[in-house]
């Protein structure tokens, strides 16, 4: 009830104000180049206690503060710490502004602005996940995560957040199709809108098995059938992901999901996003094509080891 509410006074701020562009087609066109770039968090900080919204002191207080302690051109004091920070501030995209809601958080439901808290046994998978990575880390490409294999970013989606970088995706339409392709690892989504079932539960993919169709100006995306080795925030194969994009200005586009993990989470939450539009183009993120860190970690690790031996 409070995703409902929110979305909708969302929609209803702008209702009258200006009717959404049309496809040939006769749809919401949701095309074009989007940026998530923001500067406020998935959850709300803990020392922000109930605090839901800023003030617009506040909000301009909070984004110098983070554009400051973000700032990657600030050297490590030590030497290994000004290794770790590879890249300098350039090649970074963070945002430099809070939402324009001046909310302490995406997450909108619960009200306190943080994930639910993973059930005992998703717990438990997750601690023997992180410990068996931990492990193996060196010994093989899958002891690392799904990003350094250049597989999937979970910021990229489903579902879409902010990340260091490459916050930008392009929507494209047919009658009967919708493209989202996203910046990060250069992943293309194609989303089909013609009442089609989800693939056969035995059937997994990396980002899902997603289904859409337009509530109203709202296009409404359906995602189930996650692989075992994916996981979001804590999810597992029972992820169901429900997205909403909406057309809310020529340059604003509402963006929000809900995750339903009832063997994951202890109850569903929702977050919530006004992309806004970019010049583009969105250039192709080569990941595979220079993934040299891969090979570099596991040959030092069998040159260590050699050195070494246990």
């Not at 998935?42 to 302690?69: S, W």
């Not at 290994?80 to 909310?103: C, H, I, Q, S």
């Not at 059938?225 to 994916?230: A, M």
């Not at 509402?254 to 583009?280: C, H, M, N, R």
Request: aromatic share 8%.
């Amino acid at each position: 009830m409070l995703r409902q509410s929110l979305l909708s006074v969302c929609i209803a701020m702008v209702a009258g104000a200006q009717t959404p562009p049309k496809t040939d087609a006769g749809q919401p066109d949701l095309q074009g180049i989007w940026s998530n770039a923001t500067i406020t968090p998935l959850e709300r900080p803990a020392d922000l206690g109930g605090k839901q919204t800023f003030t617009a002191e506040e909000a301009a207080a909070y984004e110098k503060q983070a554009v400051a302690r973000n700032n990657a051109d600030q050297r490590g004091t030590n030497t290994e710490a000004d290794v770790a920070g590879g890249y300098n501030n350039f090649w970074y995209d963070r945002g430099t502004k809070a939402v324009g809601t001046r909310r302490t958080s995406l997450i909108v439901d619960p009200g306190d602005g943080r994930i639910p808290a993973l059930l005992p046994e998703a717990a438990k998978r997750a601690k023997e996940k992180r410990e068996w990575m931990d492990e193996h880390a060196t010994d093989f490409p899958e002891g690392r995560s799904l990003g350094e294999r250049c597989i999937l970013w979970t910021t990229a989606g489903p579902p879409m957040l902010p990340g260091p970088y490459n916050n930008n995706f392009q929507v494209l339409q047919t009658r009967d199709r919708v493209v989202i392709l996203n910046e990060m690892i250069h992943d293309a989504r194609v989303i089909p809108l013609d009442g089609s079932p989800h693939l056969s539960s035995n059937i997994r993919l990396w980002r899902g098995d997603s289904r859409g169709h337009w509530d109203g100006s709202t296009l409404v995306v359906d995602t189930t059938n996650f692989s075992d080795e994916y996981s979001f925030r804590g999810s597992d194969r029972n992820l169901h992901l429900i997205e909403r994009f909406t057309r809310t200005s020529p340059d604003t586009l509402l963006y929000e999901f809900t995750v339903d993990d009832p063997t994951a989470f202890s109850k569903p939450w929702t977050a919530q996003i006004a992309v806004t539009k970019s010049k583009g183009p969105i250039y192709e993120y080569a990941c595979h094509e220079g993934n040299y860190a891969m090979t570099d970690i596991l040959s030092g690790a069998r040159a260590a080891e050699k050195k070494n031996p246990k």
